[in-house]
T-cell receptor, first 111, second 113 residues
Framework: SQQGEEDPQALSIQEGENATMNCSYK?????LQWYRQNSGRGLVHLIL?????REKHSGRLRVTLDTSKKSSSLLITASRAADTASYFC???????????FGQGTELSVKP | EPEVTQTPSHQVTQMGQEVILRCVPI?????FYWYRQILGQKVEFLVS????????KSEIFDDQFSVERPDGSNFTLKIRSTKLEDSAMYFC???????????FGQGTRLTVV
């Protein structure tokens, strides 16, 4: 897989359920970020986890990072219809901040 | 809350024409970026800019592309002679340090006809 590959590509769940999205990458990183994109709109930064961190929480979001497996997961708990969007992980490996994005997971939360 | 703003939101141009996409980064940020997203595809890095010069660019960013920070607040992307395959959403982003989160604008949808 390429740097920053997410799976699944699409996920459909019912409101109230939890949604888990995974991301794998190939090279060593400084940090990993998750972004959200509503259809045709801009990228909204959700959470950043540094390479020396293993888990981070922000509201209903929980991110884990396993640098030995070069993978991360994003968990959205108690999902809402408004969470429907595409979710991307992005890694950076240098000091200049260049981000490499994955293909994204398209999440659909049905009311 | 500070935000990155991009104009225009949508631009339609004839093939071969020059376009300038404009961005106003967050005011105290020092690192600036352009990315693009072809419809249905992943977001791709184009160029990063720091200290008034390009710090890194991708192979997409060929001689047809240029960036400028003309007045200390705006950050522009120019495409000299647009091609059909330049049709995409172009995102500007800025970051305070280059190793923390980047904040993205809403994007400019460029359509080349």
């Amino acid at each position: 897989s390429q740097q920053g590959e997410e799976d699944p590509q699409a996920l459909s769940i019912q409101e109230g359920e939890n949604a888990t999205m995974n991301c794998s990458y190939k090279t060593s990183i400084n940090n990993l970020q998750w972004y959200r994109q509503n259809s045709g709109r801009g990228l909204v930064h959700l959470i950043l986890i540094r390479s020396n961190e293993r888990e981070k929480h922000s509201g209903r979001l929980r991110v884990t990072l396993d640098t030995s497996k070069k993978s991360s997961s994003l968990l959205i708990t108690a999902s809402r219809a408004a969470d429907t969007a595409s979710y991307f992980c992005a890694t950076d490996a240098d000091q200049g901040g260049k981000l490499i994005f994955g293909q994204g997971t398209e999440l659909s939360v049905k009311p | 809350e500070p935000e990155v703003t991009q104009t225009p939101s949508h631009q339609v141009t004839q093939m071969g024409q020059e376009v300038i996409l404009r961005c106003v980064p967050i005011s105290n940020h020092l690192y600036f970026y352009w990315y693009r997203q072809i419809l249905g595809q992943k977001v791709e890095f184009l160029v990063s800019f720091y200290n008034n010069e390009i710090s890194e660019k991708s192979e997409i960013f060929d001689d047809q592309f240029s960036v400028e920070r003309p007045d200390g607040s705006n950050f522009t992307l120019k495409i000299r002679s647009t091609k059909l395959e330049d049709s995409a959403m172009y995102f500007c982003a800025s970051s305070s340090t280059g190793v923390l989160e980047a904040f993205f604008g809403q994007g400019t949808r460029l359509t080349v006809v």
